[in-house]
């Protein structure tokens, strides 16, 4: 079981208790989720409260559940203060990926604190890529170099295709924010997993080569 460290009980915790207040308060929730026009007007705080938000309490456990299993990782290889750099890191680039994608649709929304989770569930693959990973409905342990790729593969795809009422961009950009903080924190995995750290930007290059070609 994962230690809880109090820096993610308190993450946990903020999570819970914004969600909460969200489900039964909808001023407030309009007022801090994220949205287009509300942020090209000036409110930037948007940027960080829509992270703390969730549609409903499946939202918000997938979430937690998810950072609860990750963030020790990080924790155990980097300390507290460097563990909130890449959580909250990846959530602003998260959304800032989501505001360059969307920047033009006034009425685009999002919640939740998949993009900051996504940065941490990247970091610790870098810190553990020999990880095996357990999903539903698939019998078979999965490595964990293999599952960030996929995931941020999806992702693109996602992107692409406008699958689901899911924020893709904002994955991705937690993914991306979470790749480069960790190496940025973390330069000796440069002289210990060169090829892995290679391999995990697969994606990233393929995302901005598409974005390029405007096939995004």
Sequence with gaps: M????????????????????????????????????GIRRGEQ?????????????MHLFFNM????????????????????????GSLLVGNLFSLFFHKNEYHYS?????????????????????????????????????????????????MKNKIGNIGHDAHFGGAVGGYVITLILAPWLFQENLFMIGLLAIPIIILFILQRLGKL
């Design 110 to 158: 999002a919640i939740g604190a998949s993009g900051a989770v996504s940065g941490v569930i990247y970091a610790g693959i870098l810190f553990r890529p020999d990880m095996s990973l357990y999903l539903m409905f698939i019998p078979i342990p999965i490595p964990a170099y293999i599952f960030g790729i996929g995931y941020l593969l999806y992702s693109i795809f996602g």
């Design 2 to 37: 994962a230690n809880l460290d109090i820096v993610l009980i308190l993450i946990i915790g903020i999570n819970v208790v914004v969600s909460l207040k969200g489900f039964n308060d909808f001023s407030f929730f309009d007022k801090y989720k994220f949205n287009i026009g």
């Design 45 to 57: 705080i948007r940027m960080l409260t829509s992270a703390f938000l969730h549609a409903d309490m």
């Design 65 to 88: 559940f998810t950072l609860y299993f990750f963030a020790p990782v990080v924790i155990a290889y980097l300390d507290n203060i460097k563990f909130l750099v890449v959580y909250f």
